[in-house]
C-alpha cells in the first residue's frame, strides 16, 4: 500500500458493530483504491481507550479514528443531530438526510470548524430496543422512579421530564445487574446485537420502539491536513468504500435484528410495543431537549446546533408528510 | 542532596497519606450509593464517576509513597545472585536515568492534558453526571510527577548504595500477627 | 517476517530477571519498542493506559476488598473464623488447607478481581498455615491456586470481557463456568486430603488439645468467631447474587461490614486503621501499576504487528478441529507464562473466536476451556499474578521458590479439570442449556 493508516475503534475487536462497520470499511477500502490506502483496525483500548479516538486523530497520534458523534454530545450537544436523539428520525429517513438531504456535508463542515477533522459516515443503524426490563413500561407515567441504565439526551429527558433515575453501569455488569435488579431496565442496542448478550433471559420484558435512539451513525475521521493532502482520485475511492459500507451494513443491521426478533419471540420474553400517543409523546419530550440545547448554545454564540437541528427537523418533517405512499411490511 | 531527597520522601509520605484519606472516601460514597440506591431506590448520578475518580487518585497518589516502600513487585529469583552492589547500581541505573526521565516526560503530557480540560471545561464523555474532568486530571499529573521524583530519589539512594532493591518486608510483616493470639474460647488472651 | 513484537518478549525477560519490579519493565519496554514505531509520540500513545486504568470503574473494587481484608486481619476477626474453621474440619488431614481453598471458593463467589480474592483470604491464611508449621510450598501452592478461582468461580471479570470480545451471552458464560469451577474446587479439596494422608508432615493435624472441647465449647466459639465473618462474607456474596450490588458495591459493603465487626469486638483501634489503610494504598498501587504496565505493552505489540503475526502463524498451520483446539488452548497456556490475563485475552481471543467459529466448535464450550487454561496463567511463571498478589502480602519466610514449586500440582489440577471439560463438553454447555427459552 501506498497509504497506510492505523485507525483505532470506539468498540471493542470482535463486536457485532466492529465487524460491521470497522472491519468492513477496512475490506471495502482495500477494494475501491485496489490496494493503494490500506486501514490497519485496532479494537477499542488496544492502541487507544474508547472514549479518546477523536483526541487521538486530534494529536496526531493515529492517522484515521472510527468513532460515534454519541461520544461527544456532553461535550458538544450539537453532536446528539448527528448521533441520533429521542425524537429524531428513523434509520431509513437518516439515511437519506445524511446522503441526500444534506447531513453528510454538514458533519463534515461541522467536524472541520470545531475539531480540525475530516469525517466520512461509514455506518447508520436500525432502532434499539428502548429496554430490556424487569418493570412493565406502558405509559409515561411507569418511567417516574425507574432506574434505567441509559445515557445522553434520554438520560436527560428520563430524569427531568419523567422523574426516571438514569443510572450508569458499566458495560461488563448490565447484564449482572439487569438479572438481579440492580436497575429496572436498561437500554443497549439493536435486536441482533442484544441478542448474544442474552439480556430477554434474564429480564421479562422488552420495550419498543426504540424511541430514545430511533437510529445512530458511525463516521471514519481523518485530520484535515491529512486528508486535504490525498489525490481527488483516491478521496474518491474512499468515499465510494465508506458509503458502500453504510448501505451494506445498515441492510446487515436490519437483516440481523428480523432474524432476532423472530429468536426473541420464540422465547418467553414479553414485548410491549408503545402505543403511538405514548411514543409521540416522548419523542416530543426528545425534540424539546434539543431545541432547548439549541437555544442555550444560541444564546452563547454559537448557532452551528440550531442550523443543524432546522434542517434536520425540516428533513424529518417532510418525510412524515410524505412518505404515506411506501408500502409497509407490516401484519398487524 | 541528603536533605533534598528526604524534601522528597517526605512529599510522597504526604500524598500517600492523602491516599489512605482518600480509600475512606471511596467506602463512604459507595455505601452511600447502596444505601441510596436499595434502601431509597434513588441511585445517586455521581458514584460511579467517583469510584473510579477515587481509586485513581488513590493508584496515583500512592504510587510514589509505594516506590519508596519498594512495594512493587520483583521477580528477583535470578537477580538476588548478583551482588548487592550490582543490584543497587542496575537499580539506580534504570530508576534514575531511564524511569525518572520517563514518568517526568509522562507528567508533562498529563499536565498539558489537564491544562487543555480546564480551558476548555472538558466534560466527562457519556456519563449522565457529565462532571468536569480537569480536576482528576490534575491529580493524574500531579501523581505522576510525585512519582517521577521519587523515581530520582529511589535511584540517588541505590546509587548511592543507602538502600538495597528488594529488601523490603512483606507487606504481613506489618501485620502484628503474635500480639493478636487467640486461645480456644476465640478471646484475646 | 515482522520480528519486533517477538523480540518484545526476551527483552522484557531482561529486563524482569535483572531484578527490575514487573510494572517497570513492561513501562520501559512498551516506551523503547513503541518509540522504534511512533517515534516521540510514544509518550503520548502511552498516556493512554495510563488514563484508561486510573478511570476503570471495576477496578475501584479492587482498594476496598483490599482493605476489607487488612481490616478482618489486624482485628483479629480471620483468626477466629480460621480457628473456628479449625475446630470443624481441622480432624481431617490438611484441614487448614482445606478451609482456605473452602474460604477461597466463597470469595471467588463474590468477587470477580482475581488479585483482591487472593489478597483478603491470604492475609488471613498465611499466618493460620505457618503457626502448624505447613509446609511452605504447600501454602504457596494453596493460596495462589485459591485465589485464581476467581475467574472460573462467577462472577468473574476474565468472563465478562471474553464475552465481550468473542459476542457470547454473559450469562450463558456463568452459567457454562459454574460446574468446571465447582470440579476445580473439589480436584484442589480432594489433592489436599490425599496429600496430607500421604505427606502427613507437609500439613499436619491440628493437635489434639487444641480441639478436645465440649460441643457447647465448640458452638460458641462458632457463633462468637465462625458466625459474624459469614455474616459478612454473605454480606458481600449475597448483595452480589441476590442484592444486586456490583462488584465495587459490594466490596464497599464488605470494607464497612469488616470496620463494623472490628468494632463490635473492640479491635478497631486508630493505629490498625491507619495500618490497614497504608497496606491498602501500597497494594493498590502495585496492582494497578502492573494493569498500567501490561495494558501499555498490549497496545504496542498489537502495534508492532503482533496480532497479524499470530493470524499468519495459525493460517501457515493446516489441523483438524481436535488439533485446532489444542493448539489454539497451547497458545493461551504458553502465553499464560509471558502475558497477564487481559493481555491474553484482547490479543488471543479477537484472532480466535473467527476460526472456532468457522470451524464449527461450540464457541461457549471452547469460551470454558480458555477460560480453564486462562486460570494456569496466575500460576505459571514468570507472569504469574497470583504469585505477585501473594508476595506483597508474604512474610519473607515464603520465598519465590516456594512459590514456584508449590503452584506446580496445582497447575496440573488446572489442567486436568481441562481434560475433562474437553471430554464431557457437558460440564460447560449442560447449564446454560437451561437458560435458554426462560
Ligand atoms: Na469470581
Ligand atoms: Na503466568
Known sequence: AEITWRMPAAISEGSFFYQNFMERFAANVEVTTGGKLEVQPFGAGVIVPAFKVYEAVQDGLVDAGHSTPSYLVNQDPTNAIFASFPGGMSGEATLHWVYNGGGEKMLQDFRREKMGLHSIVVGIGTSEFMAHSNKEIRTTADLKGLKYRTSGAWAAVVKETYGGVPTVVPGGEIYTLLQRKGVDAIEWSTPGANLSEGFHEVAPYIIMPGVHQPSFLWEVFVKTETWDALPDDLKAQIEAAAKLTTYESYAHFGNSDIKAMAEYKKTKVEMITLDNAVVEEMREAGRSWARKKAKELADAGDTSMQKIMDSYFAYQKAWAENSEYLVRDIVK | MTSFLSVIDRVSNFFGGIAKLVILCLVLSMIYEVIARYVFDAPTLWAFDISYMLNGTIFLLGAAFTLQADAHVRIDFLSSRLSHKTQQFLNGFFYSFLLGPCFSIFTYIAGKKAYKAFITNEVENVSPWAPLVWPFYGVIALGLGIFALQFFCEGMKYLKREKIPGEHAGEIDNIEIDTIEINNTGEKS | ?438
Open chain 3, 1 to 438: 517476517m515482522n520480528f519486533l513484537p517477538i523480540i518484545m518478549f526476551p527483552a522484557l525477560f531482561a529486563l524482569v530477571f535483572m531484578g527490575l519490579p514487573v510494572a517497570f519493565a513492561l513501562v520501559l519496554i512498551s516506551v523503547l519498542f513503541g518509540y522504534i514505531i511512533l517515534g516521540d509520540m510514544i509518550f503520548l500513545q502511552l498516556y493512554g493506559p495510563i488514563l484508561s486504568t486510573s478511570s476503570n470503574f471495576i477496578l475501584a473494587a479492587i482498594p476496598l476488598f483490599i482493605f476489607m481484608g487488612a481490616i478482618l486481619e489486624r482485628s483479629g476477626i480471620a483468626l477466629r473464623l480460621f480457628k473456628a474453621l479449625q475446630l470443624w474440619v481441622g480432624r481431617l488431614p490438611g484441614g487448614i488447607g482445606i478451609a482456605t481453598i473452602l474460604m477461597c471458593a466463597v470469595f471467588a463467589a463474590a468477587s470477580g478481581v482475581v488479585g483482591a480474592v487472593e489478597i483478603v483470604v491470604g492475609l488471613m491464611a498465611i499466618p493460620a498455615m505457618q503457626r502448624y508449621n505447613y509446609n511452605g510450598e504447600l501454602i504457596a501452592g494453596t493460596i495462589c491456586a485459591g485465589g485464581s478461582l476467581g475467574t472460573i468461580i462467577p462472577p468473574s471479570i476474565v468472563v465478562v470481557v471474553y464475552a465481550s470480545i468473542a459476542q457470547l451471552s454473559v450469562g450463558q458464560l456463568f452459567a457454562a463456568s459454574l460446574i468446571p469451577g465447582l470440579l476445580m474446587v473439589a480436584f484442589f479439596l480432594g489433592y489436599l486430603l490425599i496429600r496430607a494422608i500421604l505427606k502427613p508432615q507437609d500439613s499436619p493435624p491440628i493437635p489434639a488439645v487444641d480441639l478436645d472441647i465440649s460441643l457447647s465449647e465448640k458452638l460458641t466459639i462458632t457463633l462468637k468467631a465462625l458466625i459474624p465473618p459469614l455474616v459478612l462474607i454473605f454480606a458481600v456474596l449475597g448483595s452480589l447474587l441476590a442484592g444486586a450490588a456490583s462488584p465495587t458495591e459490594a466490596a464497599a459493603v464488605g470494607a464497612v461490614g469488616a470496620l463494623l465487626l472490628a468494632a463490635s469486638f473492640k479491635e478497631l483501634s486508630f493505629e490498625t486503621l491507619k495500618a490497614s489503610l497504608a497496606v491498602t494504598v501500597r497494594v493498590t498501587s502495585m496492582i494497578m501499576l502492573i494493569v498500567v504496565g501490561g495494558t501499555m505493552f498490549t497496545g504496542i505489540f498489537a502495534l508492532a504487528g503482533g496480532g497479524q503475526l499470530i493470524r499468519d502463524l495459525v493460517d501457515f498451520i493446516g489441523f483438524g478441529n481436535t488439533g485446532l483446539i489444542v493448539f489454539l488452548l497451547l497458545i493461551v497456556f504458553i502465553a499464560g507464562f509471558v502475558l497477564d490475563w487481559i493481555s491474553i485475552v484482547l490479543i488471543c481471543i479477537p484472532i480466535f473466536a473467527p476460526i472456532v467459529k468457522s470451524a464449527g466448535i461450540d464457541p461457549i464450550w471452547f469460551a470454558v476451556m480458555v477460560m480453564v487454561v486462562i486460570q494456569t496463567s496466575y500460576l505459571t511463571p514468570p507472569m504469574a499474578p497470583s504469585i505477585f498478589y501473594l508476595r506483597s502480602i508474604a512474610p519473607p519466610s515464603l520465598t519465590y521458590q516456594h512459590m514456584y514449586r508449590g503452584v506446580i500440582p496445582f497447575v496440573i489440577l488446572q489442567l486436568l479439570v481441562l481434560l475433562v471439560v474437553a471430554l464431557l463438553p457437558e460440564t460447560a454447555t449442560y447449564l446454560p442449556s437451561l437458560l435458554v427459552g426462560l
